[in-house]
């Protein structure tokens, strides 16, 4: 086909420029879409690092020990070969970011700096203070600018994805998407398709994520057709600072860089953090942990705290909340290293962390699930390719920090060129309609919204949502609560059949766009639920205490979830995981 | 907790680019740690005015809510800064929530600020690499030199500086400090200098850095006390220097 193709990326995150990037290099011709200006995109929000073994510390390092890592510390649940790909090329893409002028902290000879992080004994972590999302995200949307200004790709700002346009052969041919100031409804046509649209957040009603992180566009290709797989492992990071609005991230790099959790050792002491002596403090990783200490991967630090909270009652204050200390580390040090973080909590919780020790808990931050994808990138729909945080490749049960960043941009960096190769080679087929079809079919989704007289108000379903999904199917599972919530689950379905908007006019209704994605993380929300309460094992960030062990005998498994539309629920299959590479062997830190 | 405190909201609403603006009063239950953005996500649970008439939830721009995404600029009381850092606790009550007054407004609190991003386009602000295959490692830089582009480099693209610039209007069309302090960053990274000619030769002429009128607002606004003033100095500078050499090549 076309020598030129037209290539729809979903999303301007890290992985949508990524791909963007290759696609214009490639001289393929790119619609970028994205819900809000790229520049904006969540992956800003990740702080401490981007993991790439360049052993520039004399350690040893190598990319087989970060491939290891990453493999040991997700549990053996992901893919293998993948996974070294993306080891391999890490520190390939720190050069190339570095060439693109991000500001990385460095060392007195001037080459890059590394710091450690969760889950390996190496300094790997390349970082550019506590921002290193933000400065990704921006050396990448540079380059996509002077692609743009080049005229190879065009920008669709202010659009939400609604829906992929299939013809009768169940290709995708392009995409059905709404233009959130005119509430126009269109569809674009396409050689290929990629989704680089993050995570999942809001389902959990308040976690981490950034507004747009609602996994709604994940949702809508799953009730078309795509395969989400692993939606079970939800990953919640064990120092975020509680808020009312969400969640903030307090980076693991504030541990990379000396950070000790404590709390004190007498339950509801009410002295001053700073006057509490030593002996009278329990640093319970370091004693729990003593290899990796305060760096132990994610999972298992959260699951640590919720212990010493709710089992041991060692809680600050009677509270849900232990100490991240800072205050023992030099203050310059700190301004160079963490400043980013230690302003967020000095702006939103109003301590000044290099003076008192931070109050953190746990909260939901990263999906290891995600959609379906093959070693390619491309989903099981035909022309429809996926990278980043929205497909499961690559952390298998549990993601370690600093990962994000590198499997974001490798990922685009292999779905932009695998989809110009596609589109290359697919052969034209005539649409027999499938545009209008589509359109019709999202046209009357809005029509039948803006009617809807009931007495349901979807900012509430979804504050239920969130609360029902945060306590039963995060942290600790157990099957009778698993299948509670998804009963409750299709209670919210049905009440959401009741619902009625409180704004139903036709310019910038930012209710109706919610209420559509409302519905579609209701869907997904049920993935997650039966996809938890079916895996009866303990593997990574999925912890159910009645089945206290990893099984591989039964569940050396990808959950592969599919809609069945006539039942309106999920069906699973289990697909074995290709574990060609490291033998597993028990995850112990 | 119980507690019966309210915070009073008021709010500057816009239907759209065309129609008049007006004002609508919030009543809301005060909770610790509230901000203005989970205030307006109270709104939008229980979309009912302080006189008991029902309204549509309040259409407004953010994402990240930790400051560094840049979206929710907006004024609160008179002053344009990031809702979601605004803790209510900190303001004065009744908090008076507008549009920023210097963009087109789209609807209620959310305006147009793409002029930002083709200022961008138009000083070139990215450094131009050969392509994104590996070829071998960057330039080395001191500590020193990452140390002064960092601080650059956290430009959340927010306007509030563009907003602040009593320069900044249809008259001058000025650029702002923002995109400026952008040039300033770029031509001092080794490989991104290669451009310096183009940005500071777009900064000349009307709506280009002599507009700028030494106010210094720019600089307080500025929510990642981005050092904008010394920006706007040193980018002046050089244009100068620029200019006079053109003059004399002529």
Known sequence: MASNPKIIVIGGGLAGLAAVIKIAEMGGQVDLFSIVPVKRSHSVCAQGGINAAKNLKGEGDSTWQHFDDTIYGGDFLANQPPVKAMCEAAPGIIDLLDRMGVPFNRTPEGLLDFRRFGGTLYNRTAFAGATTGQQLLYALDEQVRRYESEGKVKKYEGWEFLSAVLDDRRVCRGICAMDLRTMEVRTIPADAVIICTGGIGAIFGKSTNS???????????????????????????????????KLRLMSESARGEGGRVWV????????????????????????WYPKYGNLVPRDVATRAIHKVVYEHGLGIDGKPMVYLDLTHIDRKVLDRKLEGILEIYEKFVGDDPRDTPMKIFPGMHYTMGGLWVDFKQATNIAGIF???????????ANRLGANSLVSCIYGGFVAGPESVRYARNASATAANGCFEAE???????????????????????????????????TVIRYNKNLQATDVKLVELLER?????????????NTTVVFTRQLYN????????AQGACMRDESRGAHYKPDFPDRDDRNWLKTTKATFAPDADEPRFELEPVDVSLIQPRPRKY | MANNKTVLIKIKRQANPQSKSYWEEFALSWKPGMNVISSLMDIAANPVTRDGKPTAPITYDSNCLEEVCGSCAMLINGKARMACSALIDKLEQPIRLGPLSKFPVVRDLSVDRSVLFENLKSVKAWVPIDGSYDLGSGPRLTPEDQEAAYPLSRCISCCCCMEACPQFNESTGFVGAATISQVRLF?????????????????????????CGYAQNCVEVCPKDIPLTRSIAEVGGEVMKQAIGELFRR
């Open chain 1, 386 to 396: 996926a990278a980043g945080e929205c497909e499961y490749q690559y952390h298998g």
């Open chain 1, 439 to 473: 359109r019709k079919r999202q046209e009357d989704i809005n029509a039948a919204l803006m009617k809807a007289d009931g007495n349901e108000n979807p900012f509430l379903l979804w504050r239920e949502l969130g609360e029902l999904m945060t306590k039963d199917c």
């Open chain 1, 521 to 528: 993380m209701l869907q997904l929300a049920r993935v997650i």
């Open chain 1, 496 to 508: 959401y059949r009741r619902v009625n908007l409180s704004d139903r006019t036709q310019w910038a």
């Open chain 1, 264 to 287: 004190p050792k007498t339950p509801g002491d009410k002295r001053d953090p700073k006057s509490i002596p030593q002996n009278e403090r329990w640093y319970f990783l370091e004693e």
């Open chain 1, 211 to 245: 507004v747009v992180c609602t996994g709604s566009a994940q949702s809508a290709l799953y009730q078309q057709g795509c395969y989400y797989a692993n939606g079970e492992f939800i990953q919640v990071h064990p120092t975020s600072i509680p808020g009312e609005d």
């Open chain 2, 187 to 211: 031509n001092t990274h080794p490989t991104g200098k290669a451009l310096k000619r183009e940005r500071l030769a777009a900064l000349m002429g009307d709506g280009g850095i002599q507009e």
